[in-house]
């Protein structure tokens, strides 16, 4: 079983865990993911690979808490083992030499895109990274991609870091001001790749997203991770999980992606409401964003 | 049981006239054992197995009617060529445990195909005692004996020849993978399987309910395997961390491919990606191996319709439609283009879906999903059917009558129109022959693939079949890589 070297808090609800999978790491490529079970009784989540470190054999996850699995998640301690890593899965980022490239990560997207900036500027790219959270607490990696970027924009939501705005925002005066854009890939929350997509979509410029859906085996077999490509019907696990993003249909994915919201929150309720069980106090204050305004 | 009185029940074997002293007319007459079942009332709302199984005079008697005819028809509808009436002469002996073995020698699943099995088509039709009564109970027998060694801790491991210093790749773990990996590991080869779920079993872990199959009875069959030294690599996708070129470089000598059908068709109509539609893989995946049935234990969410349709008429719509049921729908629908005439599901579970209150829409085809406003499916659109002149399949073809649209309210859907082949092999192993939909192209003698050292079967070979077929297929190409492994493979 594979075992995890680090697992740590990067922000408010946002964690980094690094599992020592050595053969995983050696045949895994940027753009790809992997479907984690932490026990033996709980889901298979997929993960977007966050880093990849070849040599000692690691793999970097930055997850979010957003239900029960990924709060149980935070309670794994390093050097305990986790009951399944299994991938590399879906096909790795499409890489060639454009000129110039933008990777766009929003949110938690802002890890997944890191490991395809670096793939693009090895392909001999410049790359230009556009990185963008709600606010300063959320973001993270700036240094990472700081060592990589030829030229790093950062953006908050409130203002509190960066530029004060969306990802769109730098994003937008770069194509006004011309400047000749091979490809743009973005990873990040789907109302921000959907915005972006329609952005890019009127300056024709070719734009990749990679997608997240919910999905269980990973290998095409159940066709739980289907997402619409202008007419057509594909799965997210072996024909993605990048995708034309002029072609996506966001808002059915959102609506597929929030197919057990309520399920999701009752087990997530059941769980802090347990005495016993030893999770950190960061996620037993856990809340989703429309609970937040209410009294305790 | 000691060697003198197992030394004793063989010479018995041995008497040409055999344990059953009733005459051929005197067995034709006896009545064929029925096996109970839980009442359909009760377990519509659990998950428990539906037939409780033979008791020992139940199989006893039930064996009796075998007439141990000499040309043995029962033999020859087996896929994988049980030594029937041999086996079924055991139990009249009372040699159980002999009588498991005997199946074993040709069947390595026994509890698994006694419960799977479309007996009914194949050993059980051309049964001699069916001609003027009932055929022989084959299948429930099967599952008796198996039950019967595994309940009372009798499983013994088989004689492992020595070792032959090759190694066999076996890539899938379900009912073809796993007859390879018996009848290979008993020959002597070493032998890997690669599993890209974190169960064995493949189908019949995630496929088939626990109320068909428990999947405990899978998971001794696996364990079985491993202690007779076949190694499980769980977690494994190959194609993705390891591909078949790259197996053969790591010193793998000849490779079988037994990945299933695994992609599930779609019909490609309006709203078909709403929420609450599932395809059969996913829902039962969920259910089956995930567990979902079970949320006090599991994390693993289902929605839980209280209008349930499945689309198709085969046993997986059965198991599909079964596991809506008792996830509390209060209607469960069969919907299916043609006439119960040509459905593929087999007359015991069409029989058992039916005395749990499932509805059956005979001859009627969804048109279109319709969602509400959170892009739910609330209900869909059917056109009537009429059957016209048979088609590809030597069924009648399904002809939509005009203006005949009606509405049936579902909250939750399951396509279980069957599945394709699954890309990730063929796609990451140059070389490897596929026609056109996709399926691996094999020798039908041998079950070689274009590939050197390459075999293949299952349902990546002949599109969804059975889990016996895939066992059959399983022995066959077991049989040929044995031999390609001593001539060709030089050590």
């Known amino acids: 079983m594979p075992k995890v070297v680090d697992n740590r808090q990067i922000g408010p609800m946002i964690w980094k865990m690094v599992v020592e999978t050595p053969r995983l790491v050696s045949k895994a490529k940027a753009g790809q993911f992997v479907i984690l079970r932490v026990n033996e009784h709980g889901e298979r989540v997929p993960m977007s690979i966050a880093g990849l470190d070849r040599d000692k054999g690691l793999l970097t996850i930055v997850y979010q808490v957003v239900g029960k699995t990924s709060a149980l998640m935070t309670t794994v301690k390093v050097g305990e083992e986790i009951s399944d890593c299994v991938g590399p899965l879906g096909l790795p980022s499409h890489v060639e030499k454009w000129g110039t490239a933008i990777v766009v990560g929003g949110g938690i997207g802002i890890a997944p895109i890191y490991p395809i900036a ?179 | 049981m000691s060697d003198e009185e197992k030394k004793k029940k063989k010479k018995k074997k041995k008497k040409p006239q055999g344990p059953n002293k009733l005459k051929v007319k005197e067995r034709m007459k006896l009545p064929r054992q029925d096996m109970s079942n839980q009442e359909p009332s009760v377990r519509c709302k659990n998950f428990d197995e539906v037939p409780l199984g033979f008791t020992d005079e139940q199989a006893f008697q039930e064996a009796l009617r075998c007439l141990e005819c000499p040309k043995q028809p029962c033999v020859a509808g087996c896929p994988v060529e049980i030594d029937i009436p041999g086996f079924i002469t055991l139990i009249v002996a009372k040699d159980v445990a002999g009588a498991a073995r005997k199946i074993k020698e040709t069947n390595s699943l ?114 079985f395997m491993a202690d007779m030294g076949v190694d499980f ?154 059957l016209g002149e048979p088609d590809d399949s030597g069924r009648r073809r399904p002809v939509p009558i005009e203006g005949s649209n009606f509405i049936i309210k579902a909250d939750l859907v399951v396509v279980a129109i069957g599945n394709g082949s699954n890309p990730l092999i063929p796609q990451t192993t140059p070389g490897l022959d596929c026609n056109k939909w996709g399926n691996i192209t094999v020798n039908d003698d041998t079950m070689a693939t274009s590939r050197k050292g390459v075999f293949a079967g299952g349902d990546i070979v002949t599109g969804g079949a059975t889990v016996i077929l895939a066992a059959g297929a399983g022995r066959k190409a077991a049989r040929a890589m044995h031999e390609y492994l001593m001539k060709e493979v030089k050590k």
């Not at chain 2, 209008?307 to 198991?319: E, Q």
Request: glycine share 10%.
């Open chain 2, 233 to 386: 690599q769980l977690s494994t996708v190959v194609g993705k961390m390891d591909t078949i070129d790259e197996l053969f470089e790591m010193g793998y000598d000849a490779v079988f491919v037994g990945t299933g059908a695994g992609l599930p068709r779609f019909m490609g109509i309006e709203g078909e990606n709403l929420i609450g539609i599932y395809s059969a893989n996913e829902y039962l995946t969920r259910s089956n191996l995930m567990r979902a049935f079970d949320p006090d234990d599991y994390d693993t969410p289902i929605i839980q319709g209280k209008n349930i349709a499945v689309l198709g008429g085969g046993n997986t719509a059965m198991d599909a439609v079964r596991t809506g049921l008792r996830l509390g729908a209060d209607n469960a629908h069969i919907v299916y283009r043609r006439s119960e005439t040509e459905m593929p599901a087999r007359i015991e579970e069409i029989h058992h879906a039916k005395e749990e209150g499932i509805q059956f829409h005979m001859l009627c085809n969804p048109l279109k999903f319709i969602g509400d406003d959170q892009n739910r499916v609330k209900e869909m659109e059917c056109l009537r059917m009429e």
């Open chain 1, 118 to 296: 670096q793939a693009y500027k090895e392909a001999g790219n410049k790359v230009i990274t556009i990185i963008g959270a709600r606010s300063k607490d959320l973001l993270f990696y700036e240094e990472e991609h700081k060592s990589v970027a030829d030229e790093l924009h950062v953006c908050t939501d409130d203002g509190s870091y960066g530029h004060h705005g969306f990802v769109t925002d730098p994003l937008k005066k770069l194509l006004d001001d011309g400047v000749s854009i091979g490809m743009i890939m973005t990873v990040g929350p789907v109302p921000m790749m959907k915005f972006l997509s329609n952005l890019t979509r009127k300056y024709k410029v070719p734009t990749w997203v990679s997608l997240n859906p919910l999905m269980i085996d990973g290998t095409g077999m159940c066709g739980g991770c289907r997402v619409q490509i202008g007419d057509e019907t594909k799965f997210a696990c072996v024909d993605g999980p990048d995708f034309d993003g002029h072609l996506v249909d966001f808002d059915l994915l959102t609506a597929r992606l929030g197919a057990y919201r309520q399920q999701e929150r009752k087990a997530m309720k059941h769980l802090l409401g347990d005495p016993g069980c030893n999770l950190a106090e960061s996620v037993r204050k856990f809340k989703y964003p429309d609970e937040q305004s209410g009294t305790e």
């Open chain 2, 110 to 223: 026994p509890a698994i195909c006694g419960r799977v099995c479309p007996q009914e088509e194949q050993c059980e039709i051309v049964c001699v005692t069916g001609k003027n009564n009932k055929p022989v109970a084959i299948g429930h027998l099967e599952r008796y004996v198996a039950d019967y060694e595994r309940d009372n801790k009798l499983v013994k491991l088989p004689e492992i020849a020595p070792s032959t210093g090759r190694k066999v790749a076996i890539v899938g773990s379900g009912p073809a993978g796993l007859t390879v990996a018996g009848d290979l590991i008993k020959l002597g080869h070493a032998v890997t399987i690669f599993e890209a779920l974190h169960k064995p079993g493949g189908v019949l872990v995630y496929g088939i309910p626990e109320f068909r199959l428990p999947k405990s009875i899978v998971q001794a069959e696996c364990d």
